[in-house]
């Protein structure tokens, strides 16, 4: 039973652009919401990360949006670039699981120059 | 400085053998995990451990065992490898408290022919 579900598998946009990945989750306990951004032959690296008592959080040009009532957050990357080429996760965690990161499927996303 | 260092980066190596995986931490975290990314980039917890605790995750088979000879390293032995342990397997560290981050190693590609 997969409990982070995340859209779309891959995703193309323009430089330029916004880019959009969506996440949902079952476990009401989850208290911690991370992305994080893999290269080729890289580890995973923290992006950005809410926590469900806010609704949305910037940092640069990357925005979480929470729903707890939908259960949902996405990433938004604004002025999308080629660099930010990279599998994108999604993951969540509770106090209950020391930590333990329940991540999502990957999002594969390419920004066109 | 690495943060968190894992050795070797690729294993290949024959099915039946034992193997193992080291990692460090610089950190000074209290708590280490071990991920598995499969081919299809799916991440995987397979065990958190702190110097009280250790949980595996129930899917995990008996053949991997983590081994924790200080708060800074935890190893993977894994036993009579089998072709379907071929991943990408990821050495992490954090501190034990609510909502902070995650560091992960760069992993090591193993291969079981």
């Known amino acids: 039973q997969q409990q982070v579900k995340q859209s779309p598998q891959s995703l193309i946009v323009q430089k330029g652009g916004i880019s959009i990945i969506n996440c949902a989750y079952e476990?009401?306990?989850?208290?911690?919401f991370p992305w994080y951004q893999q290269f080729p032959g890289k580890g995973p690296a923290l992006l950005i990360a809410?926590?469900?008592?806010?609704s949305e959080k910037k940092e640069g040009r990357f925005t979480i949006s929470f729903n707890k009532s939908a259960k949902q957050f996405s990433l938004h990357i604004m002025d999308s670039q080629p660099g930010d080429s990279a599998t994108y996760f999604c993951?969540?965690?509770?106090?209950?699981?020391?930590?333990?990161?329940?991540f999502g499927s990957g999002t594969q996303l390419t920004v066109l120059p | 400085d690495t943060a968190v260092s894992q050795t070797p980066k690729y294993l290949v190596t024959q099915m039946g053998n034992d193997k193992s995986i080291k990692c460090e931490q610089n950190?000074?975290?209290?708590?280490m995990y071990w991920y598995k990314q499969d081919s299809k980039k799916f991440l995987k917890i397979m065990f958190s451990?702190?110097?009280?605790?250790?949980?595996i995750n129930e899917t995990v088979p008996n053949r991997f065992s983590p081994k924790s000879p200080d708060k800074a390293h935890l190893n993977l032995h894994i036993n009579s490898l089998e072709l379907g342990d071929s991943a990408v397997y990821f050495c992490?560290?954090?501190?034990?408290?609510?909502?902070?981050?995650?560091?992960f190693g760069q992993g090591t590609r193993l291969t079981v022919v």
């Open positions: 992490a560290s954090s501190h034990r408290t609510p909502n902070t981050e995650a560091f």
């Open positions: 476990n009401t306990a989850f208290d911690y």
């Open positions: 809410i926590r469900p008592d806010v």
């Open positions: 993951a969540a965690s509770n106090t209950g699981s020391a930590r333990q990161l329940t």
């Open positions: 950190l000074g975290h209290d708590t």
């Open positions: 451990y702190n110097n009280k605790e250790l949980i």
